[in-house]
């Protein structure tokens, strides 16, 4: 087995995340495991219908099909990797059908609901750097990953930017308007020392209230306590306050290169999926509008 070599490969080759990074351990695992259940055999040498068993126990044991079809790709790329290294001869997962996944539209807030939810945080410490976390990550679209790693270096509040290392270590430089810098100003210079108290060595930008940088289940939760205060219940993650951000640029003229830029993806064609909201949004006007629609 090569797992780690493969690993260190999507670290070092791909620059892949830790979380993704993560996954791919998880999911290869997985099919390790189950490769111990047929008679212990060396999941390097796994065959073809090996691969059919393994995709059908993984439909019987009620996975949706969204997991199935990461799992397989992560299986997909391990045996991928083996055969780009010349460990083995043939790929197994050579015409393995996985489920098809319904596609569901893109999950955003309208603007009136982003401006309902940065509302909400109130003028003690606590409100001014929840509204500085929520502002920055609308006005950014950055994910909840690199909202907890920033650090306070990481925003020129001078010219008006905030720095995101990225998670492929591509750092891009993201502007940040009016609301923002003044959130982020009133809660650096009059908040955040008053809870990072006596720890001055401290470099992260968000802090909980031990002082120390907050963490991913800190983050989820500040969300959720403003979602239901602001009635938007289940309808906010962070990820969908980071689709907000796009679609609104979107509608409102931003070019897809840029997006992309902005978004940090490495392919446009995960920024293309945000098209398909203007394309509704023209196809309501002109049924509304149109006398022949």
Not at 5 to 23: D, M, P
Not at 132 to 140: D, G, Q
């Amino acid at each position: 087995m090569h797992l780690e070599q493969f690993i260190v490969y999507l670290e070092k080759e791909k620059k892949k995340s830790r979380n993704t990074l993560e996954a791919y351990k998880r999911d290869i695992a997985g099919f390790f495991k189950f490769m111990q259940g047929r008679d212990d055999k060396d999941p390097d040498e796994a065959t073809n219908t090996d691969l059919v068993a393994f995709l059908m126990d993984l439909k019987e044991g009620k996975k949706a099909p969204a997991t199935i079809n990461r799992k397989m790709a992560s299986v997909r790329a391990y045996f991928g990797f083996l055969m780009e290294k010349h460990i083995i001869e043939e790929n197994p997962t050579t015409n393995i059908k996985t489920p098809k996944v319904e596609k569901k539209g893109i999950e955003y807030l309208t603007i009136e609901e982003v401006d309902a939810l940065l509302a909400m945080p109130d003028e003690s410490v606590r409100g001014k750097r929840d509204r500085a976390i929520l502002e920055l990550m609308y006005a950014t679209g950055i994910r909840v990953n690199e909202v907890i790693a920033a650090n306070v270096s990481d925003v020129n509040l001078r010219i008006g930017f905030f720095t995101c290392p990225g998670e492929s270590g591509k750092a891009r430089i993201i502007p940040i308007g009016r609301p923002a810098k003044a959130a982020l100003e009133e809660y650096i210079y009059n908040s955040r020392d008053m809870i990072i108290k006596n720890n001055k060595k401290e470099q992260s930008l968000f802090v909980n209230y031990y002082g120390k940088r907050m963490t991913r289940q800190g983050l989820w939760k500040i969300m959720k306590e403003y979602a239901d205060k602001a009635g938007l219940g289940q309808k906010l993650t962070p990820h969908i306050l980071r689709n907000s951000f796009a679609v609104h640029m979107v509608q409102n003229g931003a070019d897809l290169k840029s997006l992309q830029e902005l978004l940090g993806h490495e392919d446009i064609s995960a920024t293309q999926i945000y098209l398909s909201v203007t394309k509704n949004r023209i196809k309501d006007v002109y049924d509304k509008t149109h006398p022949r629609a």
